[in-house]
């Protein structure tokens, strides 16, 4: 061990900065025998003083300027666990400039001003690590950064939000329905009072775009990616789903289409996923992330994406990091650059199979009139499956009418559906979802 | 970048090296740009000189002489992949000595003489790396060593033998015999000519040995390990399963039980998983090792457990480790050292719910007699199923008599099978599975 203790700035102790100062305390021991560096958390910054705690801290680590952080020439390293982006854009930049490494898990902010950070810690030679960013307790950045580095990345496809996937989960397994899996999912702290940002798909997209910055070495501004959530998914879409071998989950889609000008896919939406696939098993808040790289193959990453603890290991694994690279700062090698073209492909280019669901009165010719349609635009129809929907106030019979269609790109979808939507018996929004194309496991 | 190469030298041009020599040209360039170090490759030690490749080499790389890899002074890093012991031994303690860094996926040799490797590695201040030893291009050893390295590690249960998950996937999906499935996968190439090592056990077993040094810093000697293969299981027992709501897998299980002096559970079976659990959808010849830290909670890392390409990744990714911290040897951790006891529990100790099936002659009194003598033994019984088995030469009927007992110790059960084997009308052998006792995932 060397002598002096590596000295710990912590900024933030709400649940995860909480996580990370109890860890920090009870398996202290073991880190230090581990890591063969002696650390000590000098200081500690939070909002006020006075709030009472759960988490037991000695008074005289705490400062209510997390400035303080910065200005101490004795803080090594800088943990900016305080999250929104204002103040921790102001600590992150402030700290890098000071020399100090950061570590942070501050999604929002890495989505938002990820490009501008990255840049400026190359700048000043200081690194910053963001293991907790993407995927909770899931070593996702570590596994692209250095165990997946000989591998050009094909596809990385995940679920990486655990409020909306428990409610998934719920509305599969048990037939509930989405406001009643949402207010269950709230009652046992999976879901915020305001669920907006989990279930509308874009903590996902923050998460997807560090993500593929990392995996191609670039920077992707928030506007490139295409989003959407699981607030219009019903039960009738799960059921059938089940009859067609598949379950919906909401999945983040980053694929690279060698050769293409525009070669990345970039997307969050809710998708059928075949019932055989490991991804179709991945229930409740649970997490899980596939990446296909050129020489690996297949591989998958799976446990908490959230919550106090997971969170702490993925920052106090970063921790550890920084503490080591703090001694042999060219041993960081920061973003793995690459060699392609990074462009992102616009959404009505990307192609797949595709699950609609039409709302159409009961009427002869329906069927024949949107096969007519699809077939007009090039469009191959793989399966259709009906089912009585409901009885509308007129007394008039509604039917849920499903087609499996073959690939083609979005683009050529929507428009084959503006046609459609013209037929009169054919009620206005069908519910779309993509089939994901998954590779067999064998 | 550093102006001077690092000089590779590797030892063994078969399926894995092959891999490695291609890859690491093949993706060369993203390597060093990712890493920032460039690199080459001096040498190639193989076997035979004049053999036909498939791999095209540069014949002044190569040498019949794997001592010129140790006794070139220019050589950095030495790559060990000509498998087997007693050679790989001597390359690799060799190398140890000479003050290079050793990069293997032997894991039989690791399995055979870690203790002596690491503690040799430790004393030369040389390090060795070894991801591609257990779980192909999963990087569960990175995992291990850094991710999760503020856990106490609870648990290790996996998945690490493809051949005999192809067998077990074969006879659970499609109802194929035991002897059925091993043809096909040796006709695929899944299974070796003799695949006895992967079917025995042996082979997930050697793998095991490693991911718990790992866990517990601790040496393990082969003979404290319980192994029992996958080849008396029969189709009729994945009927049962199926029934019940399982299927079987050969797992392999590292537990830590918590203020028991033997604490630590230790053994490669093949067992009833629950249906629901993900590890029940790992199939074909993937792997999957799900890790259970005290902070993390439950994980799990799937891919590719063997191959030329996936376990190139795991050892190129080792390559790149072994490279950057060959500028600062004071970086590598070695060994986690773990402060608690690790002494190794003996199976009879080890406590799991049980799947038995017994051949019974059809007569009347037989379940009553067996139920007796497991009350005798203190075992409770959660469920019974019968269902006829086979007309014997005297033309008596035979039925399978299932039991699934509650958790208790196995050598407690092993007690009351001995004086159930005394009945006159059950056949000796029963066919014993453990239940794994797996967390559900919500």
């Known amino acids: 061990m060397t002598e002096k203790p590596i000295q710990l700035g912590l900024a933030g102790l709400g649940t995860v900065g909480s996580g990370v100062y109890e860890t920090l305390c009870r398996n202290h021991s073991l880190l230090e025998a581990r890591s063969k560096i002696p650390f000590r958390i000098k200081r500690i910054a939070v909002r006020n003083l006075e709030k009472p705690r759960e988490t037991a801290v000695p008074q005289e680590l705490l ?52 490009a501008e950070i990255f840049k400026l810690s190359a700048e ?20 692209l950064q250095n165990s997946l580095i000989c591998n050009h990345i094909n596809s990385i496809v995940g679920i990486i939000n655990g409020t909306s996937n428990y409610i998934l989960s719920a509305m599969g397994e048990h037939g509930a329905d989405y406001a009643d899996a949402l207010v269950q999912a709230q009652k046992l702290g999976f879901a915020e009072e ?42 009738r879409d799960f059921e059938f789903a089940r009859k067609l071998g598949y379950t919906i989950k909401l999945l983040v889609v980053i694929r690279y289409h060698e050769g293409q000008e525009d070669a990345l896919e970039l997307r969050v939406q809710p998708c059928f ?3 055989w696939h490991i991804l179709a098993s991945v229930n409740g808040v649970f997490n899980a992330i596939s990446v296909n790289g050129d020489i690996v193959g297949e591989t998958l990453f799976y446990g908490r994406g959230a919550g106090k603890n997971p969170t702490a290991s993925a920052v106090i694994s970063d921790v550890i ?11 960081h090698t920061g973003f793995n650059p690459y060699a392609k073209s990074c462009g992102i492909m616009h959404i009505n280019d990307t192609v797949t199979p595709y699950y609609v669901r039409f709302q159409v ?5 329906v069927i024949a009139e949107i096969a007519r349609i699809l077939a007009t635009f090039g ?9 009585p929907s409901h009885i509308a106030e007129d007394g008039a019979q509604w039917n849920d009418l ?27 929004e069908p519910r779309v979802l993509r089939i994901e194309h998954l590779l067999p496991q064998s």
Chains 1, 2 share one sequence.
């Open 63 to 114: 400062t209510d300027d997390w400035q303080d952080l910065v200005n101490d020439p004795e803080i090594d390293i800088v943990i900016e666990l305080i999250g929104g982006t204002r103040q921790a854009y102001e600590l992150v930049t402030l700290a890098l400039r000071a020399g100090k490494p950061v570590v942070t898990g501050n999604k929002a902010l890495l989505a938002e001003y990820g």
């Open 124 to 143: 000043m030679g200081t690194p910053i690590y963001f293991e907790a960013s993407a995927g909770g307790g899931i070593p996702i950045i570590q596994s």
């Open 194 to 235: 305001d669920p907006s940002l989990d279930v509308n798909g874009w903590d996902a997209a923050h998460k997807a775009l560090i993500l593929a910055m990392l995996a191609y070495g670039t920077t992707i501004s928030p506007d490139k990616i295409y989003v959407s959530g699981i607030e219009n998914i019903t039960s």
């Open 273 to 275: 996923v075949h019932d």
């Open 321 to 331: 990091t920084a503490m080591r690279e703090s001694r042999y700062p060219e041993y």
């Open 361 to 365: 009165a009961d009427q002869p010719g």
């Open 379 to 387: 469009i191959g129809i793989s399966a259709t499956s009906s089912a």
């Open 402 to 428: 499903v087609f499996i269609l073959h690939s083609c790109p979005w683009g050529q979808l929507q428009k084959a559906l503006e046609e459609i939507a013209r037929i009169s018996c054919v009620a206005a």
